[in-house]
């Protein structure tokens, strides 16, 4: 099992010194609105990922009127423990396991797992492509590092391809040879990013649809499509194809950046049909579909944060989840509620194994 036992927080977010010791499997975290339990899950999901789930600027993970911060985690994975330790000091960050510090944070990624289930999480299913595209590159990062090396390695040389093709433009001047180079580069980091995408999700789907009927009061079809430029001809063919047009729009127009998950209720799109109780079903299956596949591969079920379930489910799924993750091999457990009491009454039956933080 993979357990947090203790961390210790300086300047992170709202808490300028903290320790919180963990020693149950299932953590209520309770506490009024706005006292930081969701800051810490997003401590803890800060050891694992090595970013916060919530802040995309590490400046707003900082204290305010503080110029940096420490996340150090105790941890034990199948009974060997880890220190983790994660800071930012004068805008430098730093990640170390067990006092060696990474070279490059993706090492880290997948070596202690978790998936978070979030308020904000709707914007899988209404926002633009780039949220569902995160989760799916989240998720497949865990499981695999060359995945992650690829996409990096793809990011950065997309960015380079987009400025050559500015230059081209602003400059006139023909560069075709190094835009030769730069497409074959991202072909070889973009295919290996399409393989893994779209191997990945017709298993994922059968997960899905079997946690959504758990779920769900009716029984209704649930599916992810994947739609993929790739799909048509390789990545390389279509840099060559669509050279002339990325020119005028001074952008790369074909690759795995533009790729999209297509998520169907009864066929039709999930972002426009569903019903909001439908869409919390759904959002649920997929973070629980991704738990599974984590625990299967990693041997080990992941950390599962839980962030303010209990205002968002009615409470026959509240209880169904709840029935869920109280299973012996399901694995360590943060949950927030504003109400101690609701808390208590939803783990009634497996006290012995919840251990309640009350946050002031
Ligand atoms: N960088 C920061 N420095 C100081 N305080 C911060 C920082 N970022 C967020 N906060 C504060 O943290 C608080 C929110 O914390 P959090 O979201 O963890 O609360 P919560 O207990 O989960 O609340 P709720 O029950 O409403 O979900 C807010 O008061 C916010 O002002």
């Given at each position: 099992m993979l357990l947090v036992r203790k961390i210790s927080l300086v300047q992170f977010k709202n808490y300028p010194q903290k320790i919180f010791d963990f020693h149950k499997r299932i953590i209520g975290i309770t506490g009024k609105n706005g006292v930081g339990k969701t800051n810490l899950l997003d401590a803890i999901y800060y050891l694992c990922f090595t970013r916060s789930y919530f802040s995309s600027q590490e400046q707003q993970n900082v204290l305010y009127d503080t110029n940096g911060f420490r996340i150090e985690g105790l941890l034990e994975k199948l009974g060997q423990p880890g220190k983790i330790v994660c800071t930012l000091k004068a805008g430098k960050k730093e990640i170390s396991l067990d006092d060696t510090p990474y070279e490059k944070f993706s090492q880290h990624i997948g070596c202690f797992p978790a998936v978070m289930i979030a308020p904000d999480d709707a914007e899988i299913i209404l926002g633009g492509s780039e949220p569902r595209r995160k989760w799916l590159d989240t998720m497949l990062s865990q499981l695999d590092n060359a995945y992650l090396d690829h996409l990096i390695a793809y990011q950065k040389i997309l960015l380079q391809r987009n400025t050559l093709l500015k230059q081209i433009a602003e400059s006139g001047k023909n560069q075709d040879a190094l835009l030769e180079i730069l497409d074959e580069q991202l072909a070889l980091h973009g295919q290996p990013i399409f393989d893994a995408r779209n191997a990945f999700l017709p298993g994922f789907n059968e997960r899905v649809q079997r946690l959504y009927d758990y779920l769900a009061e009716a029984p209704e079809h649930v599916r992810i499509d994947y739609s993929c430029q790739?799909?048509?001809?390789?990545l390389i063919e279509w840099l060559k194809q669509q050279q002339l047009k990325d020119k005028m729009l001074q952008r790369t127009s074909a690759g795995i950046h533009k790729d999209d998950l297509q998520f169907v209720l009864n066929d039709h799109p999930m972002k426009t049909s569903a019903s909001q109780g439908q869409r919390k079903s759904f959002l649920f299956a997929l973070k629980l579909a991704q738990f599974e596949v984590l625990k299967e591969l990693k041997n080990c079920p992941p950390i599962l944060l839980l962030d303010d379930i209990f205002e968002k489910l009615d409470e026959e799924r509240v209880s169904r989840l709840v029935k869920l993750v109280s299973e012996d091999d399901f694995g360590q457990v943060f949950i927030t509620d504003t109400h101690q009491e609701r808390l208590k009454n939803a783990f009634g039956a497996h006290a012995d194994q919840l251990q309640l933080i009350v946050i002031e």
């Open positions: 790739l799909l048509e001809m390789p």
